[in-house]
């Protein structure tokens, strides 16, 4: 949404960036490995192309995947430029990791805080450039014209429950993803507004979605202590040398397999009776973290995941020492709104950027191309959503798609059981069953 808001006023459009929370409350500040770039000499976009291709089992749509990989090294220089600080080597180029079903070392970070600090400077960016932010305001509708064209959205104040009506000529969609459904019961590693609420929304509008039966379960969710449950061991930890084995202390499946490998094997190596489990009954394998000081040597891991390390710490675990437990948790939504390779949906006017749309990366996402997508197709979709903006001829304010989908969930005889929607937050209250 940043990155939209700034390429969309450099092509002179005036915007206004609202968000349910906070401006930068969302999965990004919470993105550890990096971003993934073409940039060396031994490596090329055709290649990461190809990664990116066979990661996601071939089911990506290829001109999405294309325009990924085409503009990556151009946002690392991008961000480079406005102040994220990259990791480098001593002679000053980058310094560059591998990962799970990459080819290449293409992996760009900032030790492992990169999404924090990339947020960090579009946050700066944003309000030196004297964007208006509009926070605490969740959308709960699109507004079409009588054209079928995005022609703005119905806002709820977050406090005082108050609804609002925001005209646009142009509307981009960069809501996140689902995580906070907790699908199938899962923990999630996903910050507290991800509900899903904005394919609720372009749904109900009529924008086509795509791959909404995949989501990707990242391998290496804590699985103890209980206080953190389910949040993110990144990829980076394995990238360094970290390997996963059962109870018997074997290896049982490459720890650079794409995720949805890894996660499988290790919910296949549980329920074989060869993995742990925690005094709180949650099923685990080790991560063999100590290796990562054995084969890079001493003081790697507090340099390279310095926030993974304390975030252990903090419970007396010592992951330089000590083995950690780790389980799959519910991290990704791979698919989403179905854009074109200018973030255009289905939808005239409407533009969606980042984990909200699908396509990109099939059934299976790469890591370090979560941050990358945001980037590329945030900065497209501001382009694209401005020179839109500039020549529309926009009709009369309609909800006449609200009233076609009430007719539709009423004629499927499911108007009684659905609930209210879109969920803006979580509901985490314990109903309590009183006794007869």
Known sequence: GASAALLAQEQGAKVLL??????????????????????????????????????????????????????????????????????????????????????????????????LEEMRVLRDEIRNRGINVLEYESAVELILDDKGQAAGAILMNMETKELSLIKARAVVMTTGGGGRLHYQGYPTTNHYGATADGLVMAYRAGAKLIYMDTMQYHPTGVAYPPQIVGQLVTEKVRTLGAQLVNKNGERFIHHLETRDVVASAIIRECRLGKGLVTPTGQPCVWLDSPMIDMIRGKGTIQKEIPAMFRQFSRFGIDMSKEPILVYPTLHYQNGGILINADAATSIPGLYAAGEVEGGVHGRNRLIGNSTLDIFVFGRRAGRAAAEWAKQVKQGKLSLEHIKNWQNEIEEAGIADSRPVSPMLLPDYTRHVTPAD
């Open 18 to 115: 609202v968000t349910k929370l906070r401006l930068g409350d969302a999965n990004t500040v919470g993105a550890q490995a990096g971003t993934q770039a073409a940039d060396r000499e031994e490596d090329s976009p055709a290649i990461h192309y190809l990664d990116v291709m066979g990661g996601g089992g071939f089911t990506n749509v290829p001109e999405l995947v294309e325009a990924l990989v085409m503009d990556a090294p151009d946002v690392i220089k991008w961000l480079e430029e406005m102040g994220v600080m990259w990791d480098k080597e001593p002679d000053g180029s980058m310094h560059e990791l591998s990962g799970g079903g990459a080819s290449r070392r293409r992996l760009h970070s900032c030790r492992d805080y990169t999404g």
